[in-house]
C-alpha cells in the first residue's frame, strides 16, 4: 500500500473570524455567555455586528485553525469545510491555501453565505465567540471525499459540527471510513455548551470509534460529569488510546493509555486573545503525532503553538511554527528525536 | 451661523486592507517597489494574492484610517468614498460607524467590487501596498455632498486620488467649497511615487487652496526637487500656513508660519507593522487642531497616535486614543490647555 498522502485532514466549519474588543459590560447587555461559542442567526448576526466595534477580519473555524498550524509546522495537512463563493469564502480558501493546507473545496454558487464568527474580546483576553454557520452547516455526506479520508493518516473532527443533523452523518461516515482504512480518528469537544448539547452522543464516540480526544478541563468535567478532574482522567483513559487536556496556565495532561504525562505551559509575555489556543495545540500535538515524536514532545509543540497565538490578535499563527519548533529544539534536546 | 457640525471630514480611497507578512525576496521576485503604493488592476490582484501567505483583513484607506483615528481621539470626524455593497463594502463601513465616523455611504449595487490593498510587511516593518481601486477610483464630484463640506471645519484629502481624473474634480470642487465656506483645506501627498506622478498639480494646491500638508521627509524633498531638507522646510512655509513633516524615528516638524517647532518620536517597544503610521500621525495633529490645541500638543498627539499603530498589525488604533491621550496628559500637562 502506498504510504499516506497527508498526515491529517481535519473536516470542520470553515468559518471567517470577525473579532473586535469589548468591556464585559457589553457582554452582559448583549446576553452573551462569556467564553462560550453561541450560535446564531442571520438577523441576530447583522444587529451584533451593527452594535459592536471596529474589527479585523481573519479566516478561523476551529478544526481549520488546527490544519493551518499543522501546515506552519511544515506538516502536510488537508481540510473539508464549506464557503460561498462570495469574498469571505474567497479569504478562508486563499488563506487555508496559502499557508500549505490541501483545500480543495469549491465556493458555493447558491445557498447561505460564508459562516462568519463575530468574536468579541474582553480585557482579560478571554473570547466569546458567536457564530452565524451560513452555508458551513450544510455539511452532508457527499461533501466527503472517502478516499482524502483514506489517503489521510488521521482524521481530526470537531464537536461543534454535531450541531447539524447531516453534518452528523458526515462525520460518522469520515469516521468509519477511517477506520476501515486502519487510520486514526480525533476528536475535540469544542466547548462545554457543546458537550452539554450533546452530551450522549459525544460519551459514545469516545467509547467507539474516537481513538485520539482533545478537550479543555471543564468540557471533560462535563463529559464525565463529575467534579473531580483525576476520576475523569481516569475515565477518559479508559475509553481513549490518548487524551489530550488543557488546563489554561497550568499546561496540559496527556493520558496515554490510561498513563499521565504532565506538559507545562510557556510563559507568554502579555496574553492579548485567547481565540484559537486549543485549535493550535491541537496542531502542536497532531503534528507531533504524525512525525512519530514522543508524546511528551508532542505535549510540548502544542504548548509552543498555544503561547504563540494567544500573543497576538487573531486564531492562527501569525510566526511559522516551524521556526519557534527548530528554535525550541534547541532549548530542549531532550526529547527532539523520534521514538 | 450655526457652529460646524463636524471637525474634520475626509475624503479618500475606500479600500480594505489585506495584509500579509512576506520575506524581502517576495517583493523581489514580484517586483514590488519596497515602501511604496502601486496601483494594480483586478488580473494583477489576483495573481499576488494567490501567491502571498495567509492574510487578515482591516479596514483601511489613507484618509479614512485618519478619520478612524480622530473618532477613537474622540473628535467628531466624517468621511466620503465608495464601497460596492458587497462583504468588503460592508465591513468598510462598519468599521467607520463603529468607531464613530460619520459615514453616510451607500454601498453600490452594480460596477467594480469594493476596493483591496494587498500589503505585504517584511521583517523590517516596512509596507508595500499594492492597491486595486476597484469602485473606490470611481469617486467624482456628484459624490462630494457640498453642505456636508460646508458644515466640517476642515476638509483632509488624500494626494492618492489624484490618480484618477474624475476623483481629482472631485476634490477640487470639495476644496473650493471649503474655501468658500472659510474653512481649512489639509491635503496629505501620500507617497513619494504619488509626488513624482503629479508634481506639478501637488505644487500647485499647496501654493493655492492648501493650507495644511502633510508629508513625510521623502515627500516634501521630491515635492521641492531638493535634496536638503532646511530649503524645502522654508519653500513648505512660504507656500503653507501649517507643514506637518514626519520623519520616522526621528519625530516630525511643524511648520507654522515659517517657524520650526520640532515634535519628538514616542519610543516604541517593538515596531511590528508601520502601515497606517502617517496616518494617525495626521489623525492626532488634526485631532488636536480641532480642539484649539497648540502645536506642540497637536504634534505630540500624532506622535502618540502614531506610536500606537506600528506597535500592532493594522492601519487603525486597536486602543482608544482617547484613553492614551489622557494618561499621556498626566505624564506632559504644560502645554495640556487650550491655547
Known sequence: ?????????????????????????????????????????????????????????????????????????????????????????????????????????????????????????????????????GIAGLLEPDDVDADLVERSTLLFCEGYLWDVESAKKAIRFAMQTAIDAGNRVALSLSDTFCVDRHHAEFRELVAGPVDTLFANRAELLRLYETDHVEEAFELLGADVALGCVTMGTLGSMLIDNGKQIKIPAYEVGRVIDTTGAGDQYAAGVLYGLSQGMSLDRCGRLGSLAAAEVISHVGPRPMSPLERLRIEDAKVDPRSWVKD
Chains 1, 2 share one sequence.
Open 1 to 133: 500500500m502506498p504510504p499516506n498522502q497527508y498526515d491529517v485532514l481535519g473536516i470542520g466549519n470553515a468559518i471567517v473570524d470577525v473579532i473586535a474588543t469589548c468591556e464585559d459590560d457589553f457582554l452582559v447587555g448583549e446576553s452573551i455567555e462569556k467564553g462560550g461559542m453561541t450560535l446564531i442567526d442571520e438577523g441576530r448576526a447583522k444587529q451584533l455586528y451593527a452594535a459592536m466595534g471596529p474589527a479585523l477580519e481573519a479566516s478561523g473555524g476551529s478544526v481549520a485553525n488546527s490544519m493551518a498550524g499543522i501546515a506552519s509546522f511544515g506538516g502536510n495537512p488537508a481540510f473539508i469545510g464549506k464557503v460561498h463563493a462570495d469574498q469571505l469564502g474567497e479569504v478562508f480558501i486563499h488563506d487555508m491555501r496559502a499557508v500549505g493546507v490541501a483545500c480543495d473545496v469549491m465556493g458555493a454558487d447558491r445557498g447561505p453565505a460564508t459562516a462568519r464568527s463575530l468574536i468579541l474580546v474582553t480585557p482579560d483576553a478571554q473570547r466569546s465567540m458567536n457564530t452565524f454557520l
